[in-house]
């Protein structure tokens, strides 16, 4: 529990960092904000701002559908058609265990010969 702001804080401290290499003499009182800004029409902001929040939500969006379209289908069954696709040499492999007890105990005993 005590670690649980520990993330905010390094936003926080990464933000202040980051401004003040970005601008170091306002941060410092070496230069006012005014001589700073940059001279940015209000509608180049703004058409920025919406752009920026369009492109956004189309992303969202486009996620939203796609995981509720994976959602939807669900798991299915392989298109491959069966096992023996899935595992190829099944038809090949042994049908018996080796060092399994026989079926039949009978069919294994050694019969001793006609003329014996």
């Known amino acids: 529990m005590a670690a649980a702001p520990l993330g905010f804080i390094a936003v926080l401290a990464g933000w202040a960092v980051t401004e003040t290499g970005r601008q170091p003499f306002v941060v410092y009182g070496l ?5 700073a800004a940059a001279a940015v029409a209000a509608g180049a902001v703004s058409a920025s701002l919406i752009l920026f929040f369009l492109v956004y939500n189309l992303l969202l969006l486009t996620f939203l559908w796609f995981g509720a379209r994976l959602v939807l289908s669900g798991p299915g069954l392989p298109e491959t058609g ?8 099944l038809d090949r492999a ?4 080796i060092g399994a007890a026989p079926a039949n105990p009978e069919s294994t005993r050694v019969r ?5």
């Open 31 to 35: 230069l006012r904000t005014a001589a």
């Open 82 to 89: 069966g096992p023996r696709s899935i595992r190829p040499g």
């Open 94 to 97: 042994a049908t018996t265990v």
């Open 112 to 116: 001793p010969a006609a003329g014996a």
